[in-house]
């Protein structure tokens, strides 16, 4: 069965330092990974995902992961956050062959002034 | 274009009473889903709707729970009788297929959620 684990419940930094929020799933097929957001009173929306190709993917406000296909793992990048990147992050998989797409439990990024 | 809708936002019940919430989606999705997350948790889906067939409900707790999707556009999520455990916020997302992944690969938008307590 397929299962999807964020290694962190939290991770507090500070503005302008990087970040990385790490995400590990476990299939024994091929997988289309997700990042979703959820901003606080706001419902989540994409941030970045990868269906093929390759492995870094971009998102948007500067956001990027890479697919680690060996180490079945989808960690989140940010080079340099700001406060408004305060928010609940939520890493998903589905597969391809009808499976229904499994949500990680979140990392809630609070970065501090 | 207009996201997705849901309504009430809030809700509060007494256990063993019924509830329903409402989702309107992305015009022209066709792929409509209904989650339950449980604070501290993530989306857990409920539901799943392919125009207005089901996909999968494997986790719908038929027993007490009910959705519809009349006419592939619109949906409704019922809860007869509540229980305490039902606290949560229920999102509603919609899709439109990606034909390359089977719909696999698609993008969810979601909708604010409305918050459930159960009293």
């Known amino acids: 069965a397929q299962s999807v684990t964020q290694l962190d419940s939290q991770v507090p930094v500070f503005e302008e330092a990087p970040v990385e929020l790490r995400c590990n799933y476990s299939?024994?097929?091929?997988?289309?990974l997700f990042w979703y957001v959820q901003y606080p009173n706001q419902g989540l929306q994409l941030l970045l995902k990868?269906?093929?190709?390759?492995?870094l993917v971009k998102g948007i406000n500067g956001f990027e992961a890479e697919f680690n296909k060996s180490q079945t793992s989808f960690h989140l990048r940010k080079p340099s956050v700001h406060i408004s990147d305060t928010a609940e992050y939520f890493c998903?998989?589905?597969?391809?062959?009808?499976?229904?797409?499994?949500f990680g439990a979140g990392t809630r990024l609070f970065v501090k002034a | 274009e207009a996201g997705v809708a849901q309504s009430p936002r809030y809700k509060i019940i007494e256990k063993r009473q019924s509830v329903a919430f409402w989702c309107n989606p992305i015009?022209?999705?066709?792929?409509l889903y209904w989650y339950q997350q449980i604070l501290g948790q993530g989306p857990k889906l409920l539901i799943q709707?392919?125009?207005?067939?089901?996909?999968?409900d494997s986790q719908l707790p038929k027993d007490r729970f009910s959705a519809e999707r009349l006419k592939g556009v619109d949906s409704t999520l019922k809860i007869q009788p509540a229980k305490l455990e039902d606290s949560a916020v229920y999102l509603c997302?919609?899709?439109?297929?990606?034909?390359?992944?089977?719909?696999?690969?698609?993008?969810?938008?979601f909708g604010p959620g409305t918050r459930l307590t159960v009293l």
């Open positions: 997302a919609s899709s439109r297929t990606d034909t390359t992944t089977g719909g696999w690969g698609d993008t969810q938008y």
């Open positions: 299939s024994s097929v091929s997988v289309y």
């Open positions: 990868y269906l093929s190709g390759s492995t």
């Open positions: 998903a998989v589905s597969m391809d062959g009808g499976f229904k797409t499994i």
């Open positions: 015009s022209g999705h066709a792929t």
């Open positions: 709707f392919q125009n207005n067939g089901v996909v999968d």
